[in-house]
């Protein structure tokens, strides 16, 4: 890897990494019900974090979205890493990720993989695509400009 592809691989790995063990940390603190933390204390007894209480919007948006629209955000960005940036590949990427989100919720409300269908989710995760795929274009354009 040349020096010059290192930044925008640490970008784009920062941008994916730290969004899924945020997430993580959200699910296996906050969540204790949903199916990740489930399989995951199967194998690994993880202790009972207690938070203080949270007021109610906020401490229902951090329970039951922030979550997923992490992940979202990383996925959005993992698909742009893998298909390189153009304009092109941002509306492929945003069919993918948003399709991936409305795939997802529909197997929730029919009962074909663990969870609970909420229109809001659909509308917080295709937010987060959003917001991802502003970031990877405000940031390929100012690296753009500085090598041009």
């Not at 949270?54 to 990383?74: I, K, Q, V």
Request: proline share 4%.
């Amino acid at each position: 890897m040349k020096v010059s592809d290192r930044r925008p691989f640490l970008f784009y790995f920062l941008n994916i990494v730290i969004p899924l063990l945020i997430g993580l940390f959200i699910y296996l603190t906050l969540r204790r019900d949903a199916f990740i933390s489930v399989v995951l204390n199967r194998y690994v007894s993880l202790p009972e974090l207690s938070y203080p209480k949270l007021p109610e919007w906020p401490g229902l948006f951090l329970r039951y979205y922030a979550s997923d629209m992490l992940w979202a955000y990383a996925l959005c960005f993992a698909v742009q890493f893998i298909l390189g940036y153009s304009r092109r590949n941002q509306r492929i990427s945003f069919l993918l990720c948003a399709g991936l989100v409305v795939l997802i919720e529909l197997l929730q409300k029919y009962a074909v993989i663990h969870g609970t269908f909420d229109l809001f989710d659909i509308v917080a995760e295709t937010c987060s695509v959003c917001i991802s795929l502003l970031t990877v274009r405000l940031y390929e354009e100012a690296r753009n400009e500085k090598n041009s």
